[in-house]
C-alpha cells in the first residue's frame, strides 16, 4: 500500500512539475531530476567552464602546430620532415591517450579526469618553451598531445548535466568556443612572436589552462557517476546544489540506487547492444578527421595553384629546392588563418538548425554527403572564385558533422562507459588525422584526381554508416545503466501512456 509521500524540503516552495513527479511514484532517477530542474544558471556557468576547456586545452594548443612549425623551421633550419613530425607526434600523443583519459574517467570520475589530463598539459605546454633542442621539443610536444587527448571528457561531464532539449544545441555551441580559441591564439601570434618569440607564445598559451584548472573546484562530479559508483548521498547533494542555483524544484521521492556496475571495461562497447554502433562509430570519427584536416592541407595547395586542373602541371614545372629553404609567417597569413577559421561558423549554424528536426543520424549523413558531393565538383576545371566556394561548404559541412558526432556519441552509450566510448571514438579520429597528410601532400604529388576520390568515397561510405546506426538518440535521455536494453528507460516520464508507471520492484539496479 502507497502512503502519502513529503515532498522534498524547496526554499520557494514551487510546486514539482507533475509528469516528472507523479505522486503514485516513491522513486526517480537522475534522469527526471535534471530534467525536472532544467536548464539554468548552473547550466550557463558550466558551458563558459567547459567551453574554456575547449578553447584553451584543445583549439590553441592544435593552432599553435600551424604557426610553431615554419618558426622552427626557419630558426632551427629543420628539414621538412622534421618539421611535419612535430605535428604527427602531438596526434600520436592524444590517439595514445584518448581509450586511457576515458577509463580514468568512467573509473574513478570524470571531473577526475578532465582535472588531471588539464594539468598535464599545463605542465609539459610551459616545458616546451624551454626546450633547448629539437628532441626536446618533440618529446614535449608528444606529451602536451597526451594531455590533449583528455579534452573529450569535459563534454562528457557537460552532457551528464543538461536536459534533453537543450543538450543537442549546447554541446554544438562548444564549436563556437573552438573558433574563439583559434582566433585568440592567431591574434595571441601577431602580438608576441615578433618581439618575443616562439618560447614566450608555448608558455602564455598554456597560462588560459591555468584559470580552467582554477575553476575546475567550482566543478562537481557527474551525479550520473555517483549514482552508478553507489554515492546517493553526494549525487543528491549535487542534484540540490544545482536545483537551488536554477531556483527549481526537485521531483518528489526517493532517488534510485543503480547497481554498482564495472565502469569503463573495453569488452562493454562490444556487447550484442553496442557492438555494431562502436565499430560504426569508430569509422565515422575516423572519417570526420581524416577528412577535416585533409581538407585543411588541400585548401593551401588548391589556392596555390589557383585551380585543381593546374596542380598538376604547376608541380612537373617546378624547380628543385633545398629542403632547409623556409619563409616566415606573414601578416597575410596570419590574416588568412583567421578567414579559415571563421569559415566554420555557418557549419556550426546550419547544424544546430537540423540536428532537432532530422535526428542526429541524418545530421550526420547530410554533413558527409554534402562534403563528399563539394570533392566531386573539384574534379571540374572550376575558377578561383567557384574553388573558394566549394572548400567553404565542404569545410562548413565536414566541421557541422564532426559537433554531430560529439553530440551523438554520449547520448547512445550508457553511464558506465560514456567515457570510454568517446575516449576510443576520440582516438580512432586521431589516427584519421595522422593518416591524411600521406593523402593530401604525398598522393596529391601523385594523381590530384585520385586523391580527391578518396576523401570523396571515404566521406560516402561514412554517409551510409550514419545512416545503418542502429540507435536514433533525438529526443530521448541518457541511458543510465548498461543492463537495460537501450531506450528501456530513455523516455521522460511525461511521455509515457496513461496509466503507465515505473515498477519498484526489483528498482534497485
Request: aromatic residues 12%.
Amino acid at each position: 500500500v502507497r502512503t502519502e509521500l513529503e515532498p522534498i524540503e524547496l526554499e520557494d516552495g514551487a510546486a514539482v512539475p507533475k509528469e516528472f513527479a507523479n505522486p503514485t511514484d516513491d522513486t526517480f532517477m537522475v534522469e527526471d531530476a535534471v530534467e525536472a530542474i532544467g536548464f539554468g544558471k548552473f547550466q550557463w556557468k558550466l558551458s563558459v567552464i567547459t567551453g574554456l576547456a575547449w578553447a584553451s586545452n584543445y583549439a590553441m594548443e592544435m593552432m599553435i602546430l600551424s604557426i610553431l612549425a615554419p618558426q622552427l623551421h626557419c630558426e632551427w633550419r629543420l628539414p621538412s620532415w622534421q618539421v611535419a613530425l612535430l605535428t604527427s607526434v602531438v596526434f600520436v600523443g592524444m590517439m595514445s591517450s584518448s581509450t586511457l583519459w576515458g577509463n580514468i574517467s568512467d573509473q574513478y570520475g570524470r571531473k577526475t579526469g578532465l582535472k588531471i589530463s588539464v594539468l598535464w598539459t599545463l605542465y609539459y605546454g610551459i616545458l616546451s618553451g624551454f626546450a633547448p633542442v629539437y628532441s626536446w621539443i618533440l618529446v614535449l610536444r608528444g606529451l602536451v598531445g597526451f594531455g590533449i587527448g583528455g579534452v573529450p571528457q569535459s563534454v562528457t561531464l557537460y552532457a551528464e548535466f543538461l536536459p534533453m532539449k537543450a543538450r543537442a544545441k549546447c554541446i554544438l555551441l562548444i564549436e563556437v568556443f573552438w573558433a574563439i580559441g583559434t582566433v585568440f591564439e592567431v591574434l595571441l601570434a601577431v602580438l608576441v612572436m615578433p618581439t618575443l618569440g616562439w618560447r614566450w607564445l608555448l608558455i602564455l598559451s598554456a597560462l588560459p589552462l591555468l584559470l580552467f584548472a582554477v575553476l575546475c573546484f567550482w566543478l562537481p562530479e557527474s551525479a550520473r557517476y555517483d549514482v552508478l559508483s553507489g554515492n546517493q548521498e553526494k549525487a543528491i547533494a549535487t542534484l540540490k546544489r544545482i536545483a537551488t542555483e536554477n531556483g527549481a524544484p526537485m521531483p518528489l521521492g526517493k532517488l534510485i540506487i543503480s547497481r554498482q556496475e564495472d565502469r569503463g571495461k573495453m569488452r562493454d562497447l562490444f556487447t550484442p547492444h553496442f557492438r555494431w554502433t562502436t565499430l560504426l562509430l569508430w569509422f565515422i570519427w575516423f572519417s570526420n578527421a581524416f577528412s577535416y584536416y585533409g581538407l585543411v592541407l588541400l585548401t593551401t595547395e588548391f589556392f596555390q595553384a589557383g585551380d585543381v586542373c593546374s596542380i598538376s602541371s604547376r608541380r612537373k614545372e617546378v624547380k628543385a629546392k633545398c629542403s632547409l629553404t623556409c619563409e616566415y609567417l606573414t601578416e597575410e597569413d596570419y590574416t588568412d588563418l583567421l578567414w579559415t577559421t571563421l569559415s566554420e561558423f555557418p557549419g556550426v549554424l546550419v547544424t544546430l538548425w537540423i540536428i532537432d528536426r532530422i535526428g542526429r543520424k541524418k545530421t550526420m549523413a547530410l554533413s558527409f554527403f554534402v562534403f563528399s558531393f563539394c570533392s566531386l565538383l573539384l574534379f571540374l576545371c572550376v575558377g578561383r572564385n567557384v574553388l573558394t566556394v566549394l572548400l567553404f561548404i565542404a569545410r562548413a559541412f565536414i566541421s557541422g558533422g564532426f559537433q554531430a558526432a560529439y553530440v551523438y556519441t554520449p547520448e547512445v552509450y550508457p553511464t558506465a562507459t560514456r567515457a570510454l566510448g568517446l575516449g576510443t571514438c576520440s582516438g580512432m579520429a586521431r589516427v584519421g588525422a595522422l593518416i591524411t597528410p600521406f593523402i593530401a601532400q604525398v598522393m596529391l604529388e601523385s594523381s590530384v584526381y585520385l586523391t580527391l576520390a578518396v576523401y570523396s568515397g571515404c566521406c560516402l561510405l561514412a554517409a551510409v554508416a550514419s545512416c545503418f546506426l542502429p540507435i536514433e538518440t533525438k529526443g530521448r535521455g541518457l541511458q543510465e545503466s548498461s543492463h537495460k536494453e537501450w531506450g528501456q528507460e530513455m523516455v521522460g516520464r511525461g511521455s509515457h501512456s496513461p496509466g503507465v508507471t515505473r515498477s519498484n520492484s526489483g528498482s534497485q539496479e
